[in-house]
């Protein structure tokens, strides 16, 4: 093993009397022993810095060559990363030399000795100050890249938020309850993650992608109010921000309505809010209908943090002599604006690029009027009447320097372009604007219970199928008018990323069998797949509802971070890898042959 | 649908004013609204009473024809376990029917209305009161198995226990960390679950068997003190009481010693049984080394329950005229005895059986004496001299009515013969007499380090590879005398179950690989399955150290059931089968095709 000099010996714990944000001016004269590894190393005329490291904070200890002249030559070559037990006295840093950045910065630790106690190879890349390298070498070193204070902050900051939120649901009665991981695939919706069983050869469990049946089927059991840290699965072809698996608050209630949950949510997130960003948020968040999202905002998903909404003007062009306008508003679409404030000065070249992204959503063109000074510069401004100017003036609040777009299309194009076009317009605000609020929520309720999938000649649920019917409008749900329907569904908007999910369900069985059938599942399938529940259902299930949120994705917003991969301790690439310890990978052949299974060359399907 | 009479309408959210634990004297004459399910029903002239019940208690509602002519005729055919809303008045018992041993016992509710919110099919079994069906029937309707009034406070014994858990380590500056599901496989130990990679055919996840060697990587990235309630797998071919996946307190720090590690687990404990259990623990727990647990209770799991414990009276048989003593003597063996307090009243048929069994664990026989009053019967009794009996009496507390068992053989098999038969006594005496403690707890230390597997023809590793050589025997392992080295590793025993293990681990790259290759893993299939560790600690690695408990059978304990499927909301049984859903299940063939795998009928090896 070739223990030597300073270092350590197998049997030897280290120990601290300090953490290396502790010591203060009031430690001075003491003697303190500190552990860490080495922040960072100075050598200036024969005295050695060594910026100490460890979990809570930074101390600088000074190895002097004539009060340690040993343990002076060992700091002069140990590498930074290595791990170091030093001790020393605590002395008053020389006057001008304080480092008011550092907790620690009136004070330093004169060494008496050190020793080595895990050394550190040459690293991949410089870990503090440099420049970051790729994130593909920083996941190959997981290890070393979450020694960086920002990592380490956000895998805090995660414990925090959960530790919030299990406190305020503790405090309402929730219970927690872990369901299996090991659970039954039912395929629909996104992919599973199978898992052969060695017992029942041929024969799969499903990583689940929510713990859905088995929180419904825990209300029925009685459990009134349920809540879980849940992790969860989707074998989806990877996008930049998605991982295979995921966290999410899974809750769920009985005998409770959209209110009830909506104040639980809001609940926790000011909890958690308030204890680690000191943040105060303002309750109750503002509501939107799905129907209200799109036609203001353009999306489900609308970024409150700017004022900019679409406005209907086709009112205003009821008279208009302008061809485009009027064929529109003649085949029954609509005229719809925004006003992108302070953008008049957009280039021609940025405005052509916003009219093709109109044309590739299916829109015919984008009209646009540039507001200079008091003139309205625009290929249509000779069409516009002062009667129409004073009256788009006053709707969209316009001012010199605006930029008014318009389309003119069927209402769902209009609102998708103009929907479109705001988030373009509020990513150029976003790098010259603070706004308004940096944390937006809004909930978006009343979703269409059904979708219809063209391609696939069949309807889809728009949630999933245990959604209930919204009660008003059970009347187009008994005449079959499905497109109509809406469902006691919501999602929840931060920022215009939705980071929840829930509805009230289908608690009586011939309703949810019901929805089965319109889904184009016949009994026996719904039998295979959803026995289970349905023969719950029927025997004295409560009302309940829930929701979900995502952690990550909470997290990430919460901490400031720009992807989830920075708030998951072992992420897996966009292709699905650990690139830290290389998983996935191949197998023994004696595996597989013990779980019946063989893996097949690929064809083309 | 078919809504009718006072059934729910879709759109209807019932609401409660209380819970049906809540009412007392205090609130007669008060209106109150009740949701619960009908626990039990009686009809006794013409007034219908209904138990009705919730999350949190029971409350008795009664229906009187002439109050509520029609709700009582709803409630007269109202089956158990339907949902009902029910409004009335709180009312004080008649004199004489309170019923103490409910907290609602001295008032009932007259009702003056009903609605059936959710009405329940006919029972597959009795919930409340009746015989319990087999178990299997139970799994296979577990939402009502939940039901039942135990069931439901196992669930919330559990979440209150690992509450407890988690309030103490962020007392003590631990994160939780959430760990990969979709890990590595490294084959060793026990069986892995795989998961196929779509996207990487071919390859494939596995389920973490512990987050091990994520935990340690964590120490590498500075975390310090790291916590998860983990979720663990094993493919193992199940016993009576084991699970698929089970949940386990994972814990790992850096700079700590045993002690500081043992107390932490003290700590959390002590904070769980007193919260939980209304039971204070007395800390430090005892330990015994692996050498002294094997001497004086034949067992690494001792049950120190009851104080019976070997004691080796090889000493006082210097001299003996017993021929199998005698011989046991000079091969080198040893004699120990046990006193089985009491149980002088064996039948020859029982003592038989004890003597097959010592058989079966290799012993040639198994001496035995019966005192009884003041004689000592036995085949053996005339080889004894006064003196030996004497001293056996002061060193084994003989009294009146005490079985001695003496095993004369080689020290291994001596105590594995009389620590089984320690447990066979102590079940006898456990269902008479009430254990001094109802739960003692013990460490287990310094285990060997490695073990020989004779079959295989190499060396193990006792706990796993990556455990640490005990200091004081740092020569013996340089010498590669590996069947003496002792490990710094540890298990808690709880009443003769292991519910923890633990170690400090190995942070030294070249003693990491040394193990490795002692283990006969050459270079390559190091690198191939342990790169990633071996790398890690080659930058800068703290010391560190660790220890998991089983949280299925550490609350199986604490909420007094006899299998850890009572403390789980959705256990499988013991096939691996999910009865309830029926997982695991054949999946589509389009399934496996993405996939990349296909199913392989069984063959014989």
Redesign the interface.
Known sequence: ??MKGNQ?????????THHCHELRRCHIGQRVTL?G??HSRRDHGGVVFVDL???EGITQVVFHPDRCPEATQEAHRVRE???LQVWGEVAARPPGTENRRLATGEIEVNADGLRV?????V?PFPLHGGNLPGEELRLS???????RRPM?EN??I??RV??AI?DYL?GQGF???????????T?EGA?????????????????PQAPQ??KQ??M??????YYQIA?C?R?E??RADRQ??F?QIDLEAS???QEELFGWVEGFLEEAFGRVCGVELSLPFPRLSYWEAIDRYGTEKPDLRWPLALSDVSEIFSETGCKIFRAALEQGGVIKAINAKGLAELSLAQLEGLIEEAKSLGAGGLAYVKVEGKEWKSPIARHLTEKEKEALSQRLEVEPGDLLLFSAESWEIACKVLGKIRERVMSWLSKSHIPKEPFAFVWITDFPLFQFDKEANRWEATHHPFT?????D?KLF?EGQYEKVRALAYDLVLNGVEIGSGSLRV??P??QA?IFQILGLDPMIQEKRF??LL??L??????HGGIALGVDRLVMMMAGATTIRDV???P?NS????L?????????LE????????????RE?
Do not use: N
């Open positions: 093993m070739g350590a010996q197998p049997g030897f714990f280290p120990k601290r552990i590894w080495v490291r460890d979990r990363e290595s791990v106690v895990s050394p550190c190879a690293l070193y997981r290890f070393l890249d979450l020694r380490l895998l805090r995660r414990h959960l530790r299990r503790d219970i927690e309850v872990e369901t299996p991981i090991l659970s039954k695939s395929p992919r599973d993650f199978l898992v052969p069983s060695r017992l029942h050869r041929g024969c799969f469990y499903a990583l049946q088995y089927l825990l029925v059991a009685g459990l009134e109010r992790r699965f074998d072809d990877l295979p698996e966290t005998f409770v309505d209930r019917p919204h009660p008003e059970w008994e608690h009586e011939e309703l019901r026995g289970h023969r719950a029927s025997y004295g299930a409560p009302p998951i301790a072992f897996k292709a699905g890898v650990d830290l310890t290389g998983s996935p990978t191949e197998v023994e595996q597989l042959r013990e779980l019946g299974i063989r893996t097949v060359p690929y399907p």
